[in-house]
Nanobody
Framework: VQLGESGGGLVQPGGSLRLSCAAA????????MSWYRQVPGKERELVAL????????NYADSVKGRFTISRDNHKNMVFLQMNNLKPDDTAVYYC????????WGQGTQVTVSS
């Protein structure tokens, strides 16, 4: 299993970023995909989850109405559109799939600062 995130960066409060995660090595459309984030000294927290077919999504309360998770099962990719970013969104963002065990990408840094 391989997961690779991209799209992070430095953005001002109120700005937007779109994260991408490319997946390989498993039956992508059969598994839910998630985005997590982690800041130093804190546990990794679930941000958003999308079902295999993309018809069910769930979000952390802190990002509801601002973030949108989506997927492209033809390209084996999952996305996280992040709007109205806040300094508290600063973290390393990870793509995740639970297939026998948890698999993670290398993470992509998102920094929200003026």
């Amino acid at each position: 299993v391989q997961l690779g995130e991209s799209g992070g960066g430095l953005v001002q409060p109120g700005g937007s970023l779109r994260l991408s995660c490319a997946a390989a090595g498993f039956a992508f459309s059969s598994y839910a995909m998630s985005w997590y984030r982690q800041v130093p000294g804190k546990e990794r927290e679930l941000v958003a989850l999308i079902s295999g077919l993309g018809d069910v999504t769930n979000y952390a309360d802190s990002v509801k109405g601002r973030f949108t998770i989506s997927r492209d099962n033809h390209k084996n990719m999952v996305f996280l559109q992040m709007n109205n970013l806040k300094p508290d969104d600063t973290a390393v963002y990870y793509c995740n799939v639970k297939w026998v065990t948890d698999y993670w990408g290398q993470g992509t840094q998102v920094t929200v600062s003026s």
